[in-house]
């Protein structure tokens, strides 16, 4: 078992930053690789990025690109989510997610275990 806890969320304001950190602990974290997914209200959950087992390899939905950056610590059993320029339309709770596989995909289905979320919500 992975569990995950996942934190840094908040209010903003419409291009402020926000930093979410998910905080792994159970099985061996440092083989791999996680991701971050988001689901807004009525809508599914979705893609926002991932990250290999190493570090070395990341991956962004087009929405976010440019904008956030995923990183991981492996000492620290703990992943990233640097989110800058925050839009309105990035509100909704934030998921971070284990995969069993080193490499990331940005298919929800692929991913073993689950945080409990984080809330993110943008105003304008």
């Known amino acids: 078992q992975v569990q995950l806890v996942e934190s840094g969320g908040g209010l903003v304001q419409a291009g402020a930053s926000l930093r979410l950190s998910c905080a792994a602990s159970g099985r061996t974290f440092s083989r791999r690789a996680m991701g971050w997914f988001r689901q807004a209200p009525g809508l599914e959950r979705e893609f926002v990025a991932y990250i290999s087992w190493s570090g070395g390899s990341t991956s962004y939905a087009d929405s976010v690109k440019g904008r956030f950056t995923i990183s991981r610590d492996n000492a620290k059993n703990t992943v990233y989510l640097q989110m800058n320029s925050l839009k309105p339309e990035d509100t909704a709770v934030y998921y971070c997610?284990?995969?069993?596989?080193?490499?990331?995909?940005?298919?929800?289905?692929?991913?073993?275990?689950w945080g409990q979320g984080t809330q993110v919500t943008v105003s304008s």
């Open positions: 997610a284990v995969r069993g596989g080193t490499y990331g995909a940005s298919d929800a289905n692929e991913y073993d275990y």
